[in-house]
Each structure stands twice: as C-alpha cells, then as structure tokens.
C-alpha cells in the first residue's frame, strides 16, 4: 500500500477496534511521521513573512528563521526536506503558514495550507491543514486539522497547558469548529505523538484547567468537575463559580471566588473547597496569576472604575496573612491600563483604548509593604518603542522579554525586533516590500 494516510488511518482503526475496553474518546495515534522535514538548523527566532505569489491571502505567509552569531544576523526562508535531505521544489508543494504558536520548548505548530507532494508514484498531494514540528531536528507531523484556541478562559487563561508529565493540553481550532470546544491531550511517544480527546464525548465546558497531575478541572453550568487523570469524573455538591484555578508553588490546587481563596482536593468522586482567606477584589472577573516560592500571589485585571487602584491580593500561604496589592498612583492613573500578561517575575500592562502600543512592566521584586494591610508594586518601567515604530504583533517569554512585528512609519519598511530583560528595544531584521507576523524565539 503505497498511500502514508490511508495505511495510518487502517492501523488505527485496527488498533482501536481490538481493544478491550470501549472508551468514547476519540484517539489519533501519530507514530508515523510525514517522510519530510524542515531545514531549522540552529534558528533562534522564527517569524512569517508575506511573499509575493501569497499577496491575495491576506492570512497566509511564508516560514523564515533568524539567526544571531556574534553582531551578524541572518535571515533565510526555511526549506521543506525529502527524506534524503534534499529541498522538495516548491513548484510541487504549497507550504502556506497563517499561524505558529509553541506548545512548548522543542515543540511548535504550524497552522496554514499544506500540499505536500511527497512520493513521486502518486499523483494526489498529501493535504493538510496544521503540522506539529519537532525544533531540535525539524521533523513534522500531521496535527490533524488542530491548533490552539485563542478563547479566553475563564478558569485559567493559559490557551496551552501542560502537566508535569511533559504531556501538553489545549482547546483547539479545528476544521469543525463549533461551541462547546473540545479539550485535547498531546503527549510524546517514542516514533511521534498521541492526540487524544481528554474529556468523554458530549461533556460540555466552557473552560479548563490542567493541574501537576494531569487533572482537568472544567467548568461546565453550574458547576465544576474534575476529568481524574487516573480515570472517572470528580463532582462538586456544593455551587461553587470558581474565577480561577492555579497550582502553587508547591503543586498544590487553589481556587478563588468572588471574596475568598482556598484550596481544591479531590476526595474519591468528589471535590471538595475549603478556605484559604478572604479576599477582596473589587468587580473585575478576568484574573491572571502567579506563584513564587516564599508566597503565591493572585493578580485580576484593573477596573478602570475602581476606587482601591487594587490588582490583587499578595498570600504568604505559611502565615496566612493577606494583603491588597495595588498599582501606583502615577502607573494606574495611566490611560485606563488593563494586565496584558503575566510573564516570570513580570506583569505587562497596556493602555486599553490607545491607538498605540503603550506597555509597562512591573517587577514583582519592586513589591514593598505601605502599611499593615496594603502591598504596592513600587516600580515599573515603559517600554519606549520608538515613536515611528507602528506595532503590529507581540510576544512574551518568560524572562520578561517581548519579540515584536513592525512597519516603520519614517522609511515604511517592515522590522522584526526585541525588547531584551533591560528594556532595551532593538532591530533583528528588515524589509520592504514583504510585512512580517508572529515573531517567535526558539533558544
């Protein structure tokens, strides 16, 4: 059988129906890689460039890797590999990229229009719509149709999750999209990797979260539940409308309400709250959070209408003591700033209704204590982009780094660029004809 799709499809279908036991979750198993791979080398950034025969769709770009040696930087598209090493010719293949996100270091998913020409006796391409790419040797695997959604969520706002396991958790973009979405497990096997659905058929939710354990806490009306790792479904007897779900530092589960925080246990089938402290956090509803060694420290989104100037509270679990964390005047009286991400030790805060990217970052070392019930985070720092600078698309890493797409008004060229851990923001690349997207770092 010469045909790599339908042979993978038989298999699965054989593996499936021999099992013992029945599950309503649909498995893909991916050990057979795509005979193909891409020519990363030892790229440190990737970005999408617009080219020319792709200018009709607005959407769809071509890959290309940067690279950084001493003062010299690089820019070259990326190649599509045979088997043998040897660039497939693009006259044969479309390799269209509308976006890129990274599911983790060494792990990244490309999605976009893919017609891939990969045996030379059969006349039909292999079509796909998302591919998985291993960084470390460029190896790419059908996604089937998947990429992670860009949702907010309720529980946790991190779209991509992971346990401590390596296995990796997502709500997808799929080519039957439609609500309630659909909560994924990706995890490596020793040839590829194992997609498969995390919650049983026909269980709705409108958010997740995935603790240390693999444990997929979700929300679905009115009440929480728990997808165990180890099997079966936790509930709760109690109405609990839980804002936010995140591990410790110390992996334990906790959960905040609308004025108190406590901890989340899963006793047999059923889940159980018991409280931390009180809390108070005003009206906002969208948190973001963090965790550090010596406290945990719960962050919500700014109401602009607030009295307190409060963007959350700051526990020292050991002696349960809890304060109000608040923004300084000068920071918080700045345009109506709203928490854009919570990235390592930093919190970066926007401006909601400016035409321009204004960013501020806060370092959570800055916290100071003001009086017996009040913590403030007693520094920050704007992110100076230059003024001709129109910025198009950013990211953060987790050391308080930002990669950023650009059309530079004073020349109308379009830049690639950083903002490095001192806040200094710098070139990477240039061009002027072709608009860059999605900047990401990769070492």
């Known amino acids: 059988m010469k045909n790599p799709l339908l042979l993978t499809v038989i298999l699965t279908i054989f593996m499936l129906g021999c099992e013992e036991e029945k599950t309503d979750n649909p498995i893909i198993d991916n050990d057979s890689r795509i005979v193909a791979s891409l020519d990363l080398g030892d790229a440190d950034y990737l970005v999408l460039k617009a080219s020319d025969h792709l200018k009709s769709t607005r959407s769809a770009h071509e890959l290309y890797k940067i690279k950084i040696e001493e ?120 040839n590829g990797f194992l997609q498969e659905q995390y919650l049983p058929s026909g269980e709705e939710y409108f958010s997740f979260f995935i603790d240390s354990e693999g444990n997929c806490y979700y929300y679905t009306f009115p009440y929480t539940r728990v997808k165990k790792s180890a099997g079966g479904i936790a509930t709760s007897d109690i109405y609990k409308d839980f804002y936010c779900i995140w591990n410790t530092y110390d992996n334990k589960v ?13 006793d047999e089938d059923k889940i159980k709250f018991s409280t931390f402290a009180s809390i108070r956090v005003g009206e906002a509803w969208n948190h973001i959070y963090t965790s550090s060694e010596n406290k945990f420290t719960q962050v919500i989104t700014p109401d602009i209408n607030s009295q307190y100037k409060q963007v959350g509270n700051i526990i020292f679990e050991e002696s349960k003591e809890v304060y109000d964390l608040l923004l300084q005047d000068e920071l918080f009286e700045t345009n109506q700033l709203i928490i854009n991400k919570i990235s390592g030790n930093y919190i970066f805060l926007s401006s909601e209704f400016s035409l321009s990217l204004n960013l501020y970052k806060v370092d959570f070392e800055s916290i100071e204590q003001v009086d017996s019930e ?35 008004l004073s020349d109308e060229m379009f830049v690639t660029g950083i903002v490095d851990s001192e806040n200094i923001v710098s070139i990477l690349t240039e061009s002027s004809d072709k608009e860059y997207n999605n900047l990401i770092q990769l070492n």
């Open 71 to 190: 003062d010299t930087i690089t820019e070259e598209k990326v190649r599509l590999l045979d088997a043998l090493g040897n660039e497939i010719d693009s006259i044969f293949s479309d390799f269209s990229v509308y976006k890129i996100a990274e599911l983790k270091e060494g792990l990244i998913c490309l999605y976009g229009s893919f017609k891939l020409y990969l045996d030379s006796s059969i006349a039909e391409p292999q079509v796909l719509s998302s591919l998985l790419v291993r960084t470390s040797d460029g190896a790419i695997f059908d996604f089937n149709g998947h990429f992670p959604s860009d949702k907010s969520y309720y529980l946790n706002q991190n779209k991509i999750q992971s346990d401590k396991f390596g296995n990796i958790f997502y709500d997808a973009i799929n080519e039957n999209p439609g609500f309630p979405g659909v909560v994924y497990k990706l995890s490596e096997t020793q």
């Open 254 to 266: 906790m959960a905040s309400v609308y004025d108190s925080v406590g901890y989340l246990t899963i």
């Open 374 to 408: 009040t913590y403030i985070l007693n520094s920050h720092v704007s992110i100076d982009f230059p003024d001709n600078l129109e910025i198009k698309t950013y990211e953060f890493n987790g050391i308080g780094e930002i990669t950023f797409t650009a059309l530079r």
